[in-house]
């Protein structure tokens, strides 16, 4: 496991942006790194993940609006967001997978941040 710190998050009105950091300690960063999210009274919900070999992927949901990328020398990865909308609103996980190929099943994932609050107004 490695440990995930997360920052970025805030409140934001609608079609404004916000770019969350998630820096990783601990173990080794050669994992695919990912961006989950958990609106109240919903489920954890799959983001964005970046493999350790830089392919990336999207929840149908954001795709266009957000764009994840991960910089292997600094052990960090980022979720930049943009056109955010009310319904973006939620806590942002980060989540470290137990392999360098990108999955979007979160029980592929042992290691999770503490969570960062985003919130967009209308």
């Known amino acids: 496991q490695v440990q995930l710190v997360e920052s970025g998050g805030g409140l934001v009105q609608a079609g404004g942006s916000l770019k969350l950091s998630c820096a990783a300690s601990g173990g080794t960063f050669r994992r695919a790194m990912a961006w989950f999210r958990q609106a109240p009274g919903k489920e954890r919900d799959f983001v964005a993940v970046?493999?350790?070999?830089?392919?990336?992927y999207y929840a149908d949901s954001v795709k266009g609006r957000f764009t994840i990328s991960r910089v292997n020398a600094r052990n960090t990865v980022y979720l930049e967001m943009n056109s955010l909308k009310p319904e973006d609103t939620a806590v942002y996980y980060c989540a470290a997978a137990i392999r360098p190929a990108g999955t979007v099943n979160s029980a592929d994932y042992d290691s999770w941040g503490q969570g960062t609050q985003v919130t967009v107004s209308s």
């Open positions: 970046a493999s350790w070999y830089g392919n990336t």
